[in-house]
């Protein structure tokens, strides 16, 4: 069975399986809350041999069996290469490891238009099990401009029984092309308890803290607390970098880092105005008395935030951004 089983899904299921009425859905919500989870669900849902229409894939049936090995003929499921391997693990979907020895190229974060044709010259094949076929994209806005427009032709008029699944956590970045031609089924948060259940069966301690620090974003939550990231080591983020203590952070990927410091200035803007913070608790945040400088600072994260995937030297970079943001926090507390 896939793992795929995320409880606040289950209602968004059952609503596209009785509602949909296009060839191609498209899944669209804030990361971190089962896009991609759900986009898969459906795809096996419809292509069950033994569910009656409308209703989740029965998980017992041939058509369920292959589709949990990875082996389905007529399912097919297009990532990113960067994405590749975390998207099928976290989906309990096989996986090859790329060879160390094919080259040095860092896996790409696109779609590219080569991965759109192969997709297409499945969509083009007769159905294996003559049910269906289910492609299913995410992230839908990695396509590049050249995969994009390769795949709408074949989106707008689908041969057979072609159906497709985009799913997305930021839809304004399609194609309009691509989005017209998609049946829209949002994908909201999850409500408060049933996330913090969830995060408590999966053994996260300090979720409630963690959740609000993701937004309300429970597989992101996860995420971080299986990376070490504890409630108490987040809650003291705002007063480690106003001391300028790089340690806070230096062990975290840069993309983490410009996130982390990104939701530090919302949090210290929202204080500035008189409002509470949104991802770290009233305790952990000081009361700016000038917005001016975290304006400033947060324009500078911005720009920051376009070299976080590539910066020259990770170390200084990292240090640079906590003096950055320990000059701010110091001009706004003026």
Not at 175 to 195: G, H, K
Not at 317 to 331: D, R
Request: charged share 20%; proline share 8%.
């Amino acid at each position: 069975m896939l793992n795929a089983d995320l409880p606040w899904l289950h209602a968004p299921l059952a609503e596209a399986l009785a509602r949909a009425r296009s060839h191609a859905l498209l899944v669209q919500g804030p990361a971190g809350v089962g896009q991609l989870e759900l986009a898969v669900k459906l795809a096996q849902s419809w292509l069950c041999e033994a569910a009656a229409p409308g209703a989740p894939a029965c998980n017992h049936c041939a058509s369920c069996k292959l589709f949990a090995s990875g082996t389905h003929p007529d399912f097919q499921l297009l990532l990113p290469e960067a994405l590749e391997a975390p998207a099928r693990e976290s989906l309990g979907l096989p996986f090859e490891e790329p060879d160390a020895k094919a080259g040095k190229a860092k896996p790409s974060r696109e779609i590219k238009v080569e991965a759109v044709r192969n997709l297409l010259a499945f969509a083009q094949a007769t159905s294996a099990r003559g049910r269906a076929k289910v492609a299913v994209i995410f992230p839908a806005e990695a396509l590049n401009g050249v995969a994009a427009n390769a795949l709408l032709k074949t989106l707008e008029e689908p041969s057979g029984l072609l159906r497709f699944v985009l799913a997305s956590h930021d839809s304004a970045g399609l194609l309009p092309t691509i989005r017209s031609r998609c049946q829209p089924l949002p994908l909201a948060l999850p409500e408060r308890a049933a996330a913090l259940a969830w995060l408590a069966a999966k053994g996260v301690e300090g979720g409630e803290g963690l959740l609000a620090a993701t937004g309300g974003r429970p597989q992101q939550a996860l995420a971080w607390a299986e990376a070490g990231l504890t409630d108490a080591a987040w809650q003291a983020v705002p007063k480690r970098v106003a001391r300028g203590e790089v340690a806070a952070l230096s062990d975290w990927a840069p993309p983490r880092v410009i996130d982390a410091l990104q939701r530090l200035c919302h949090d210290l803007l929202r204080r500035s105005h008189g409002q509470p913070g949104q991802f770290f608790a009233a305790a952990a945040l000081p009361a700016p008395k000038r917005a001016a400088p975290l304006l400033a600072w947060d324009a500078e994260l911005r720009r920051a935030a376009r070299h976080a995937d590539h910066p020259l030297n990770a170390g200084l970079w990292i240090e640079a951004l906590v003096a950055q943001a320990q000059a701010a926090m110091a001009a706004a507390a003026r």
